[in-house]
Structures are given as C-alpha cells and as structure tokens.
C-alpha cells in the first residue's frame, strides 16, 4: 500500500466520524422547532446550525482528499509527491477543526472588534470559521494542489481525469479567497458571498467528486476510461461554462437586474446532468459486457448518487428556483428541503461508496455483501427523503401563510410558525432524522464488520485448502 493510501484511509475515517458529529448537531437544530426554549442561553440554535452545516463542509472536504489521495498513486504508479507534508497538513486540519468547534460551542460571541472576525466567527452564513481557520484551509488546500499537480509532473503522465481534476484544483483555492474579505455593503457581500457558496460547493466540488467517480466506476465495474473522460469533459464544460448563469437564482433579494431569475434557474437545473449520464452510461456498458460487481454496497451507493443528485440538485433544485416560485419560496424551509436532499444526492452517497470501494482494496476482500449494508441504505434514503418531505411541508405552509397571505411581515413569519402544518413538518423530520441516525449507525458498524470479516474469509480459504 502507498502512504498516500494509508493516509487516504485517515481522512476517510475522520470524515465519516464527523459525519456522525453532523447527524448530532442536526438532530439537535430540529429539536430546537419542538422545543424553542432547549439550552436556552447555554447553546443558541444559530450555534447548533453553524456546527452542523459546517461539520458537512469539512467533512465532505476530507473524502474528496481521502479519496484523491486513495486513487490517484494507482493513476500514476507511483507515490504522491509531498506525502509528508500532506500527512502534517491533515493533522492540521484535524487540529483546527476540534479548535474552532470548541470556540463556536464555548465561547460563541465576541465583541464587535476586528478581533472577533480573527478569534471567533466570522458571521457569514456558511463560512463562519475565523480567519486564521480559513487561512489554514486555504493552506490544506494549496497543499493539497501542490501533491497533485507534482505528482503528474513528476510522473509524466497526464490523463483526461487527472487533468479535470487539475483544472478544477484552480478554482477550488481561488474562489475560497473570497472568505476573507469584509464588506460593509450587505448587499455586496451577499452577491460575492455566493460565488464562494454557490460555485465553490456547488460547482468545483460537483468536478472534484465527478472525477472521483470516475475513477471509483473504473474500479468498480471496469468502465472504460474513454466513457468515463467523455462525461467529465461535458461536466466540467457545464458547470464551468453554466455556473455563472447559475448563480442567478441565488440572486433574487440582492436588487440584481431581473434577467437573472429566468437565466440562474435554468442553468443551475442543468449541473447535475452529466454525473447522472457518466453512472447510467457506464452501467449500461458493464451489462453489455457482462461485468459481474462484487462488492454490492458500492454499486448500489453509486446508484443512489446518480440518481440522488438528479432528483435532489435537479428536481427539486429546477422546482424552487424558478423566478415565479422563487418569490415565494425563497429563504423557507422548502430552501432546506433541496438543500438537505441535493447534498445528499450529490455528494455523501458518492463518498460512501467510495468508502466500502477502498475498504474491499485495502483489506483484499474480493467480495462484499451482507445484510447489514442493506438495512442501513434502506434506512439512510427513506431518512433523508422523509426529512427532504418533512421540511417541504413545513416550507410550503411557510410560503403559504407567511408569503402569499402575510407578504413576509413579521406577524406573517409567527403566524406560519404557528401553523399546524408547520408543526407536523417539523415532527416528521424529527422522525426521519432520527430513522436516518440509526442508518448511519449500522453503516459505521457494516464498514468496520463487514469489510474485515469478508478479508478474513479470503484469506483463510488458500490454508484451508493446503
């Protein structure tokens, strides 16, 4: 095994811990619906939110890093360029993830200083980690692009994956400087504020697991590599070509010009397209050939990131940001309900996957099933789809009462809190969400069991026959 390899399964076992930290936090946010008064001035909801999307954020970031650095010394046969300081900066990340937690948990406010913006939160939605967080990010980051740009210098061999994946290391660190700057103009910070939120997360993460999942189908189901390239560039065409466009329907309360609403909601509907095409084409060429795929959870996760990403970022991306519906449903909990189901879709099904992918390699099991996996990916989609309708209904009696009838004053905004079927919206994700728990238990414990005992059977089977 390459130490790029053993550090890839560092990453990957530290994101998918956190993981398990993001469930708790969100679990937690939900009770706050039920019970508004729950840690009344010891843990504010706002800070219960800020650790459970940014836990998504960080632990989404190190399986893509996990996963690059698991695939990419079998692209070039040879080790990773760099792999020591690689190896530092993941304790680095590690380090300063535990830190920043414990300031958002403990300390949560500071004054109104320069000071706060440094030590403590940055109070931008999404990218609230303090600076000198983000400028050790942006260092994991530019480490990160170093290991692999140098690894294919060195190597001398540039694939059609690796290079989309080198073009899309460009703007995965540039387009993170916009977290530092502090823009009095609200309206001028929220429309730079999405290019980091919008094309950042949405577009050069949706390149990065793209090529991932190229390299994972070619694993998996011995895809050819010119299927696989074919859809990467349409990919990378799209969404760097339509990201902008897309960013549109983002755009509706920054008093940008109209044209934006039809242009964003149309464009952004058309990025999840090209991973769906890149899965169903290459299933459909493995049953051409009659490839037979041995390890089932991997493909059937795969099957739920294709198809998750199409309905979670497409559909129900395409139903709420039409301009027409976007004035009405904009900044609800049907905002949460896409949101929820398209990060769903696009990125975690893709990382489990490649997790049980990496674990049948890594411990050299040639065959992996069971029932276990099957209860926890039965459990985890009907979690997640039950919360994505959950907060749908409760977005929808919010848009009703609070927009449509009330025309978002603030007696309209309590009022739809109010609302029974507000309420009952957030019970059912209150359910799920705790359905969705157990799934992601009985994953942790298939991913530690089920992988190691199907090694073990493989490995007893030559000394059984001596």
């Known amino acids: 095994m390459y130490q790029s390899q053993k550090l890839a399964i560092k990453y990957l076992v530290v994101a998918f ?109 999404y990218v609230e980690a303090p600076r000198w967080a983000a400028l050790g990010i942006l260092a994991i980051v530019a480490v990160f692009m170093f290991n692999i740009i140098a690894t294919a210098v060195k190597a001398r061999r540039l694939s059609g994956v690796l290079g989309v994946l080198i073009v899309d290391l460009v703007p995965l660190f540039v387009l993170y400087l916009d977290a530092f700057p502090s823009e009095t103009n609200m309206a001028k910070d929220m429309y730079w504020w999405w290019w980091l939120v919008h094309l950042w997360v949405e577009g050069t993460w949706e390149v990065l697991i793209a090529c991932i999942m190229a390299w994972t189908l070619m694993r998996l189901l011995n895809t050819s590599r010119r299927i696989v390239e074919t859809w990467l560039y349409i990919d990378i065409g799209l969404v760097m070509g339509s990201g902008i466009l897309g960013l549109g329907h983002h755009y509706y309360w920054i008093g940008t010009p109209k044209y934006w609403f039809a242009l964003g909601g149309f464009f952004s509907a058309l990025e999840p397209l090209p991973l769906i095409g890149m899965v169903v084409h290459a299933i459909y060429d493995a049953g051409v050939h009659r490839m037979h795929c041995s390890n089932r959870p991997a493909l059937y996760w795969m099957f739920a990131e294709a198809f998750g990403n199409f309905f979670g970022a497409g559909v129900f991306g395409f139903m709420m940001t039409l301009p027409q519906i976007n004035l009405f449903t904009h900044g609800t909990q049907w905002t949460a309900s896409h949101g929820h189901f398209a990060w769903w879709g696009a990125y975690v099904c893709g990382l489990i996957s490649i997790f049980y992918v990496v674990l049948a390699e890594a411990r050299g099991a040639r065959q992996i099933d069971g029932p276990l996996w099957k209860w926890s990916f039965a ?67 298939d991913l530690v069991r089920v992988g190691r005992m199907a090694s073990v059977v493989e490995l007893r089977i030559p000394e059984v026959g001596a």
């Open 17 to 125: 811990a956190l993981f398990g930290v993001m469930i708790a936090a969100g679990l937690l946010t939900a009770a706050y619906y039920l019970q508004p008064r729950l840690l009344f001035n010891t843990l504010d909801f706002s800070t219960a939110k800020i650790l459970h999307i940014n836990t998504l954020v960080v632990w989404n970031l190190m399986g893509f890093f996990g996963a690059v650095y698991w695939f990419l010394p079998q692209e070039v046969e040879r080790e990773v360029v760099g792999i020591r300081l690689a190896n530092v900066m993941f304790w680095v990340f590690c380090a300063a993830f535990l830190t920043v937690a414990a300031v958002f948990a403990v300390v949560q406010t500071g004054p109104s200083a320069e000071s706060t913006l440094w030590l403590i939160n940055q109070g931008r939605k």
């Open 379 to 445: 459990l985890l989609n009907l979690g997640i789809i039950g919360m994505a309708g959950g907060l749908l209904i409760a977005g929808m009696a919010q848009t009703f009462h609070e927009r449509a009838l009330g025309g978002s004053t603030l007696q309209s905004f309590i009022t739809a809190q109010a609302s029974s079927w507000f309420v009952e919206g957030m019970w059912m994700r209150m359910a799920f969400g705790v359905m969705f728990a157990i799934g992601y238990v009985l994953l942790v414990v």
